[in-house]
């Protein structure tokens, strides 16, 4: 496959490529950590005590997503400057082609610039209805993540990632089309990827297997979730595609009414997933928070993270 245009490493300071590249260089793993976007200022306040809590574990990066079809993107992008302005951490700014128009990506991809963040995830996103929506593009946007991950990488020396589907993808035909999706996103110029959270490690397993058979080799990082409530989880599993074994149902089903059993199943399940990704030799773990941080740092020092980062 062509390699990219640019840099592939992406050498400017504070590039995460070259960071990926360093820690798998010394076998160490990268651990990360996403928040979804605070909606007003009470989540925000929880949101900045989260960061607090988890700063100190010095993860490789930290993001924030957008809303619902774009929706908080003007609170997205100002949290990510903060980020990259009053704290330690890495930030990735996400962006996404809901909404937009090519001119407000370019703004938005330069606000980023002038705070310091050197990262994009750049992704497609999904429509205000919900991922199984019909897809309808701003009529001066653009269509897919391929196109948003060329534009990132015309506009500057940014890192890029894009997303990766170890389920299906609720507007793929299947697995294999998912790879080819990726590989072509490699090929454009992204330089890493983060999945969808799964609960199947041979999934993403046979997603590393997939895309290599491809000719790219382009980083994967597993995204995991911390079950914490059973009705959010088979919601959020829903919209995304995400396949909830049988035998997990079955373990969050049994304590559903003990709200503590149901977060302490959750956390030993999110455990022997990141256990058994990392034996497996992915690049490490992408925690998706749900904006807490006590789940995520239980996971964390069960697996003896901090020995190994």
């Given at each position: ?249 079955e373990r969050l089903h049994a304590v559903a009414d003990d709200p503590a059993a149901v977060r302490a199943v959750g956390v030993d399940v999110a455990t022997e997933l990141g256990s058994a990704l990392l034996e497996g030799g992915a690049p490490g773990l992408h925690f998706y928070t749900m904006n807490r941080s006590t789940a995520t740092l239980e996971v964390y020092e069960r697996l003896g993270l901090a020995a190994r980062v």
């Open positions: 496959m062509p390699a990219p245009t640019g840099d592939p490493t992406g050498s400017a300071p504070g590039s995460l490529p070259a960071a990926l590249a360093e820690l798998r260089a010394t076998g160490r793993p990268s651990i990360s950590f996403e928040f979804g976007p605070p909606r007003d200022d009470a989540a925000e306040a929880v949101f900045w005590q989260t960061i607090r809590v988890l700063e100190p574990l010095a993860p490789t990066f930290v993001s924030v997503t957008y809303g619902a079809g774009g929706s908080t993107r003007d609170r997205t992008v100002r949290i990510t400057q903060q980020l990259a302005q009053t704290t330690t951490l890495t930030p990735v700014g996400h962006l996404t082609c809901v909404g937009a128009s090519r001119s407000e990506l370019r703004r938005v991809i330069g606000e980023y610039a002038d705070a310091g963040v050197r990262n994009i995830m750049a992704l497609r996103g999904d429509p205000k209805e919900g991922p199984r929506a019909p897809w309808t593009p701003h009529p001066d946007g653009l269509n897919y993540a391929v196109e948003l991950v060329r534009l990132a990488r015309e506009l500057g020396s940014f890192g890029v990632g894009v997303a990766a589907f170890p389920d299906v993808h609720p507007a793929s035909t299947d697995l294999d089309a998912d790879a080819r999706v990726l590989a072509l996103k490699a090929e454009a110029g992204a330089q890493f990827a983060v999945t969808q959270f799964f609960f199947t490690p041979d999934d993403y397993f046979r997603l590393v297997d997939r895309v290599a058979a491809l000719g790219c080799d382009i980083p994967i990082l597993p995204g995991i979730m911390p079950v914490t409530s059973v009705k959010s989880i088979q919601r959020m599993a829903e919209l995304s595609g995400a396949d909830m074994p049988a035998q997990l149902i």
